[in-house]
């Protein structure tokens, strides 16, 4: 079994930053990925940014140039750093992780998510 625990939301003023983590805990061999997703009422989940083995990342569109995920090896964290907020960026925001336990089997996991309110 492998625990999330996100932290970081709240609220932010248009223009303005928050930082999320995301930190993975239990049987894990290796992160073969990291995903944060995000929903907000009415909408479909979407895909915000991942990040894969060898650091390769990828963007929806909506926040390229604005947010920024990485990772800790040695934490087992994600973090999405997200700059120059928008009222639309306002989500529940969800990591998901790719794992490998030690028994070699492949599990994805989901955080419990965490609010960002970006409001004047």
């Known amino acids: 079994q492998v625990q999330l625990v996100e932290s970081g939301g709240g609220l932010a003023q248009p223009g303005g930053s928050l930082r999320l983590s995301c930190a993975a805990s239990g049987d894990i061999f290796s992160v073969d990925a990291w995903d944060w997703y995000r929903q907000a009422p009415g909408k479909q989940r979407e895909l915000v940014a991942y990040i894969i083995r060898g650091g390769i990342t990828n963007y929806a569109d909506s926040v390229k140039g604005r947010f920024t995920i990485s990772r800790d090896n040695a934490k087992n964290t994600v973090y999405l750093q997200m700059n120059s907020l928008k009222p639309e960026d306002a989500s529940v925001y969800y990591c998901?992780?790719?794992?490998?336990?030690?028994?070699?089997?492949?599990?994805?996991?989901w955080g419990q998510g965490t609010q960002v309110t970006v409001s004047s």
């Open positions: 998901n992780v790719q794992i490998t336990d030690f028994a070699g089997r492949g599990h994805d996991y």
